[in-house]
């Protein structure tokens, strides 16, 4: 496929994702400046074995008590 500017790519781009996932290589450029390259996510292949960071994760007893008001104020935007 021949390179494609950033704006025939942003125009096209769910079709250009359909044809990535199915293994071409989409290729984006600027004033012949190669930019990026849209491809195929590997497969996984072997699944994630079950346990795997046993006992190296710790989670706080606290874990789903309420958050202390001052951080609350800071997640709605309110500062002092």
Known sequence: M????PF???TKLSELVERAAAGEEV???KAGRLL?????LGK??????FG???GQVRIGDDFDEPLPEDI???F???TD
């Open 52 to 54: 795997l960071l046993a």
């Open 44 to 49: 996984r292949t072997a699944p994630r074995p």
């Open 27 to 29: 290729v984006i450029a």
């Open 76 to 78: 709605r935007g309110e």
């Open 8 to 10: 025939e790519a942003k």
């Open 2 to 5: 021949n390179p494609l500017n």
């Open 36 to 40: 990026a390259r849209l491809i195929p």
């Open 72 to 74: 609350m104020a800071a």
